[in-house]
């Protein structure tokens, strides 16, 4: 069984910066994409930033120049860099893993918050 697990949330001021990681753990075959969500209270979950097991990495508009993402395949890990942090990326941020070769798959994280705040 696949597991994801995430690290590295906290509190920062506006302008900082933290970098939050994901290690899947368990075998997983296949192409898939590692990505990163968020839901903020109210509000539905939405994708953050994708690096697909094939294709190009995308992020969301609202994070463009301010995020990265990463992956180490031999880590087994996805990572977000986060700069300029702004109070609305407050939410909690969730690590995903989506397969579509051979078949589909999908696990998710259990989440690491992440606040940002004067």
């Known amino acids: 069984q696949v597991q994801l697990v995430e690290s590295g949330g906290g509190f920062v001021h506006p302008g900082g910066s933290l970098r939050v990681a994901c290690v899947v753990s368990?075998?997983?075959?296949?192409?898939?994409?590692l990505g990163w969500y968020r839901q903020a209270p109210g509000k539905q979950r939405e994708l953050v930033a994708v690096?697909?097991?094939?294709?190009?990495?995308n992020y969301a508009d609202s994070v463009k120049g301010r995020f990265t993402i990463s992956r180490d395949n031999a880590k087994n890990t996805v990572y977000l860099q986060m700069n300029s942090l702004k109070p609305e990326d407050t939410a909690v941020y969730y690590c995903?893993?989506?397969?579509?070769?051979?078949?589909?798959?999908?696990?998710w994280g259990q989440g690491t918050q992440v606040t940002v705040s004067s």
């Open positions: 690096v697909p097991g094939m294709g190009t990495t």
């Open positions: 995903n893993l989506d397969r579509r070769i051979p078949s589909k798959y999908t696990a």
């Open positions: 368990g075998t997983i075959y296949g192409v898939y994409d």
